[in-house]
């Protein structure tokens, strides 16, 4: 996607002058061969040329100048954007990474080793009462086979819902901490 879109307008005299140059050269082949009356008519064309670019000089570095302006402010936008992007994204990861902290806060040490000391049948039965943040802050502490067995006895509803749970908060933790060993 082009940076700008330019108008024919701006560029008419730098145009104009590309031609009149292309026919100066065209002339000057042409007056080698020619007389002096031929050799005059080149000359006074070649300074109409000259004075024709000297006469828009101006207006063709403006129109430059404002070209290059225009440039950089698409740039500058463009950066703007997507240093709000990344400051939505910032502001998401560390919401979630709040959510993660809260839920692991919510079953501290012995809550979690009573569960892990239940029968996976009795501990499951127990985590379906649960709201799901408890049940996964309790599943995630828990050792992994532990938490399988008892995954193994819920309904495969809510033992899918509790594992995306776990998997997306465990994905969010990691990229967390990539990103504090890459700062």
Same mark, same amino acid.
């Given at each position: ?21 292309g ?21 006074? !064309? ?6 024709y ?6 207006q ?19 950066? #703007? ?20 902290d809260?839920?692991l806060?919510?079953a ?26 408890? !049940? ?33 908060? #465990? ?13």
């Amino acid at each position: 996607m082009p940076l700008l879109k330019l108008s024919k307008k701006k560029f008419f005299p730098l145009k104009c002058a590309v031609v009149s140059l292309g026919l100066c050269v065209s002339l000057a082949t042409a007056s080698a061969q020619t007389s002096e009356e031929e050799t005059q008519d080149l000359s006074a !064309a070649i300074e109409q040329a000259r004075n024709y670019c000297e006469a828009i000089a101006d207006q063709a570095k403006d129109t430059r100048i404002a070209w290059q302006m225009r440039a950089l402010f698409d740039v500058e936008h463009q950066m #703007t954007s997507k240093i709000s992007e990344l400051d939505a994204k910032i502001a998401e990861l560390r919401s979630w990474v709040k959510r993660r902290d809260d839920i692991l806060r919510r079953a501290e040490g012995h809550v979690v080793d009573i569960y892990a000391n239940m029968r996976p049948d009795a501990a499951a039965q127990q985590l379906t009462a649960l709201d799901d943040e408890t !049940a996964v802050s309790i599943l995630l502490q828990m050792k992994a086979r532990k938490a399988g067995s008892v995954l193994a006895e819920l309904s495969a509803d809510r033992a899918a819902y509790l594992t995306d749970m776990m998997a997306e908060l #465990t994905a969010r933790q990691a990229a967390k901490q990539s990103m504090g060993d890459t700062q």
